[in-house]
């Protein structure tokens, strides 16, 4: 049986992880709000350049750029591998790994270019191509040259398509791992509505020519878009994980304190029983 000496050692401990907790939960809450409004902020703008790209690339045939062509019969598929630099967020990153073997599978053809510490020790544990990492402390920094790689690499033909793989923030209490096809570029609008809004412009000195500036532009619109969302879910994930764990100590606290007090109640019973002993027997 544990003493009552251990039991409060115990306490103390269990009182000094939950204030650890807390803070970082407060800290996580603090980051999560600041990754929201950047996301509300970003929106308006990723709107507009995803309208105009769909309108003006209704002026051209897909296959006379190369960033709109469709996939290639040959070629690595490439995948933004987004994650997070640390841990206690909870199951947020092996959720998102174990996505990423049911999308991609452990084939040959696929290499990885990963934003996270943890992503690029799931690649190197699992023996997948790596050909770069781009883990420091700000992702948002790494959107642009993560962009210039996989482009140009892609225009030159070494890859068919693009993947970026994060997560998505739903909510809170809701993340969900996501992937989203960045190139060739996927126009969700039809063709058609896009000639009519088109009859409404005239677009100088050419829709192509125009499209050439704005489509590196674009993805790297998406790129950021994905980091900003990642970032957030990291941050929503970590303020629950935190929370979870300040309520387990709290319980293991009360816990531990109504053990000590019911080893204190039987210590004071047993001397109280050990002086009435020793009166009887002086009687």
Known sequence: MATIRAIQKRIKSAKNISQITKAMQMVSASKMRRAQDAALKAKPYQEKIVEAVHMLSAGIDRNMHTLLREPNETGKTLVILISTNKGLCGGLNTTLFRSVA???????????????????????????ELIADFSGDDFLQSAQPVTELFVGQFVAGVYKEVFVVYNQFINSLAQHPARQ???????????????????????????????????????????RGAIIESTASEHSARMIAMKNATDNAKNLIGDLTLAYNRLRQEKITYEIADIVTARVSME
Not at 106 to 123: A, P
């Open 102 to 128: 049911r999308w991609f599978g452990t084939g040959d053809d696929v290499t990885y270019v990963t934003l996270g510490k943890k992503g690029q020790q799931y690649v190197l544990r699992n023996k997948r």
């Open 181 to 223: 096809r960045v190139l060739p570029i996927e126009l969700g609008r039809t063709e058609q509505g896009a000639e009519q809004e088109q009859e409404e412009f005239t677009i100088e000195p050419s829709a192509k020519q125009v499209l050439d500036a704005l489509l590196p532009h674009y993805i790297e619109i998406q790129v």
